[in-house]
Every structure is written in structure tokens, then in C-alpha cells.
């Protein structure tokens, strides 16, 4: 089956920016998210990127994608305290029929004041 | 108005029970889902319904069981509860295809803790 992995932890100061990695194994990802879950919530869609973009800038949030090493990042420029959260890769290959995303382990982002 | 909304929000229940999670979106969705997230927050699918129809159904133990009165709707029983059965039980929906670019609408989840 397909592997999202990401590290479980990140730390950063408030106004720094935040980089958050993801790699994934499955070399016919089509599509790849980042959601977000605030404490005691649901996960939203923050941004996504297709396979033959290697980067996507949305106001404070940038992916980028290296689609050889299968390796997506999310940079939060500015971070801020609202910030904080547990953020989520997920990819899928958008195969006709294919109504699956397969979720990353999620990295909890820690802003500090 | 909640765009997904799941009852009950928290779940204490004893092992051998059975219980029930009930989703309703309003969204007009087409495509509903339940995933799992365990302890270490990771989540995985479980079901995926498509117009009322199974779509998606991963390696779950049969004691699990969705049923789908309509679109809007995706229920999910769980018969002789374990304890392995505790985590946040997340329904979704989505307009589409969620694996082609389509956002996926989480509820915010159903906690269920069994003792």
C-alpha cells in the first residue's frame, strides 16, 4: 500500500517560518494535500498541488513538490500563534474510480509566543 | 449551519456493546466517508459510499458495518465493541472524486472510548 510519511514534531517562534516535510512512496500520486486539524476539530483542506506543478503560493503557504524524490513540503511564512495545529499530507493517484486519499502521520506544529 | 455534523461528539461505552455513529451532511454531496484516527492521530479510511453505494472498503473487521439511507446520510455500526475499537471516528464528504483534487468536508468527529 501507499506510505505517507512526516515527522511527528515542529517547533518554531512566532513570526518565523514554518517547514513542514512529507514524502510519499507511491510514484503515481497524482494529487497532494495539506489539511489542517485544530484541537477537538475535523481536518481542513488547506491547499492542494497536482503532479505536474512543483510549486503553489497561496498567500502566507507555499508547496512545493519534488516529484523524483517524492518529497512535498508546506512553508508558513510569518507563522502565528493561530497557527498551531496538527498538519496532514495526503496523496492519491486519482485513478478513474479512485475516491481515496491516503493521510500522512501528522506533524504537530507548536507556535511559541 | 454544520456543513457535516456527527452524533454523538463523545462515546463511553463498555466492551461486548454495539453503538452507533450517525453523519448527515447538507452540503449536496455525493460521496461520504468514514475514516479512523487512532491515539498517535493517524488516520485511515474506512468506508467510502457514492450515491448510497459502497464504493470504498478497506480491510475492516466485518463487526463494523455502514449503512447509507441516502446521500446525505452515512451511519456506522459497531457491533461487540473492543478496546481497540477507542479512537475519533471522522465522517466526510466530498462533492466528487476526493482523490482527483476534490476538498474533503470532515465533521468533527466522534470520540469513543471503550472500557
Known amino acids: 500500500g501507499e506510505d505517507v510519511e512526516q515527522s511527528l514534531f515542529l517547533s518554531v517562534r512566532e513570526g518565523d517560518s514554518s517547514v513542514i516535510n512529507c514524502t510519499y512512496t507511491?510514484?503515481?500520486?497524482?494529487?497532494l494535500y495539506w489539511y489542517k486539524q485544530e484541537p477537538g476539530a475535523g481536518l481542513q483542506l488547506l491547499t492542494y498541488?497536482?503532479?505536474?506543478?512543483d510549486m503553489k503560493q497561496d498567500q502566507r503557504l507555499t508547496v512545493l513538490l519534488n516529484k523524483k524524490d517524492k518529497h512535498l513540503s508546506l512553508r508558513i511564512a510569518d507563522t502565528q500563534t493561530g497557527d498551531s495545529a496538527i498538519y496532514f499530507c495526503a496523496e492519491s493517484n486519482g485513478q478513474t474510480g479512485a475516491n481515496n486519499l491516503f493521510f500522512g502521520t501528522g506533524t504537530r506544529l507548536t507556535v511559541i509566543p | 449551519d454544520t456543513a457535516v455534523s456527527q452524533t454523538p461528539k463523545y462515546l463511553v461505552t463498555q466492551m461486548g456493546n454495539d453503538k452507533s455513529i450517525k453523519c448527515e451532511q447538507n452540503l449536496g454531496h455525493d460521496t461520504m466517508y468514514w475514516y479512523k484516527q487512532d491515539s498517535k492521530k493517524f488516520l485511515k479510511i474506512m468506508f467510502s459510499?457514492?450515491?448510497?453505494?459502497?464504493?470504498i472498503n478497506e480491510t475492516v473487521p466485518n463487526r463494523f458495518s455502514p449503512k447509507s439511507p441516502d446521500k446525505a446520510h452515512l451511519n456506522l455500526h459497531i457491533n461487540s465493541l473492543e478496546l481497540g475499537d477507542s479512537a475519533v471516528y471522522f465522517c466526510?464528504?466530498?462533492?466528487?472524486?476526493?482523490?482527483?483534487?476534490?476538498?474533503?468536508?470532515f465533521g468533527e468527529g466522534s470520540r469513543l472510548t471503550v472500557l
Open positions: 459510499y457514492n450515491n448510497k453505494e459502497l464504493i
Open positions: 466526510a464528504s466530498s462533492p466528487g472524486l476526493a482523490g482527483k483534487g476534490g476538498e474533503l468536508f
Open positions: 507511491d510514484s503515481s500520486s497524482t494529487y
Open positions: 498541488i497536482f503532479s505536474n506543478m
